[in-house]
């Protein structure tokens, strides 16, 4: 009761006081107060934000759906704040200041307020890399709060690492540090790798970071009973997989769209010329990775490491791509839908 009396006096800005690391000892006290009051009471008397709960999936879906501005945006420093509620432990005022900072739509401050209550009241679920990239939000079918025709939300199929050519320990010691730290266990559901590991030891630090994981075999793979092609169903998607350097020409969109067909998939990801490209044409998507270390080739002495993740949803992928330019990753975001 004293708290939320107190809370009444203060204005906005000395609320949101209690979120910043700037007061962690004031921070870590009100926290241990405010767990023992309900979601609403903290919501509409605590922190004096007026919310209830949608009654139906269409308003819940209008609900995400105007928050769509915090795909893509990257959360600072969360590493060094201590971390509390939300599913991917983002703190509620590191998320607030990097709207609030980096979002190019400027939100204002009542879809950012909405948008705290959502996540605290676990409505909906931030979804963020190790890098600090909010990737995508989404619904939460388990709460009493949303109704029964929630079912409908679209499933989430997974995540799925796309990387190759990594050849450790022939052009490369190992795997960038950036990267390193931000392949992480048990966030990611599946791996496709177009080869070239080159070593056991690659290949048993994909098994810990996923339970599924499809290697296809490299030119520089003499001693593995890798396949030179598979096929591997993810949502809605048939995904294609080849190193590449058995297509003559390299690269060579006209050779690749003939294995596509033949294998009959929607997305087609080839390795070899460790030139990082992703397109779609005439409804197919394509991806070469790269190479994920960076590695050498005789037409290309300096290559840029890289690699690419699927966030896959039923018909619709996500596309991040992952680059190391100056020791910084820089990612960039594309959408593909199965027609």
């Known amino acids: 009761m004293l708290m939320q009396q107190l809370a009444r006096n203060m204005s906005y800005r000395a609320r949101m006081r209690l979120f910043n690391k700037q007061h962690p000892v004031w921070f870590v006290k009100c ?17 004096g934000m007026k919310y209830s709960d949608p009654r139906s999936y269409s308003e819940f879906k209008k609900k995400l759906s105007n928050l769509q501005f915090i795909e893509g945006q990257a959360v600072c420093g969360i590493q060094n704040v201590k971390r509390i509620l939300l599913s991917d432990s983002i703190q509620v005022n590191q998320l607030y200041l990097a709207l609030k900072c980096n979002s190019e739509q400027n939100p204002n401050e009542a879809a950012i307020n909405e948008l705290i209550a959502l996540a605290k009241r676990q409505l909906i679920e931030i979804h963020v890399l190790s ?8 619904g939460s079918a388990d709460h009493e709060g949303v109704c029964a025709d929630v079912t409908m939300l679209p499933a989430r199929d997974g995540l799925v690492l796309v990387l ?10 190992a795997l960038p540090k950036q990267f390193r730290r ?4 048990n966030k990611i559901q599946h791996i496709l790798c177009t080869g070239n590991l080159c070593t056991k030891e690659q290949f048993d630090f994909l098994k810990s970071l996923a339970s599924d994981v499809h290697v296809v075999k490299g030119d520089f793979d003499e001693d593995s009973d890798n396949q030179e092609t598979k096929v591997v ?8 997989l080849c190193h590449g350097h058995q297509l003559v020409p390299w690269g060579d969109f006209q050779v690749i769209e003939m294995l596509r067909r033949k294998l009959n998939v929607d997305i087609m990801i080839t390795g070899n010329t460790h030139k990082l490209e992703t397109y779609e044409r005439e409804g197919i998507y394509y991806i070469n990775p790269g190479s994920i270390t960076g590695a050498f080739t005789p037409l290309e002495p300096n290559v840029t490491p890289s690699f690419v993740l699927l966030d896959v949803q ?6 991040y791509i992952y680059k190391l330019i100056n020791d910084e990753v820089k990612v960039e975001k594309t959408q593909y839908k199965k027609t």
């Open 164 to 173: 190759g050519d990594a050849h450790i320990p022939h052009r490369c010691a």
């Open 233 to 240: 169903t993810v949502g809605q998607f048939r995904i294609g």
């Open 182 to 185: 931000m392949l992480l266990p």
């Open 131 to 138: 890098s600090g990239m909010i990737t995508k939000i989404s």
């Open 314 to 319: 039923q018909a619709i992928v996500t596309i």
């Open 31 to 47: 926290m241990r107060r405010i767990k023992k009051l309900k979601p609403e009471t903290f919501f509409e008397e605590y922190l």
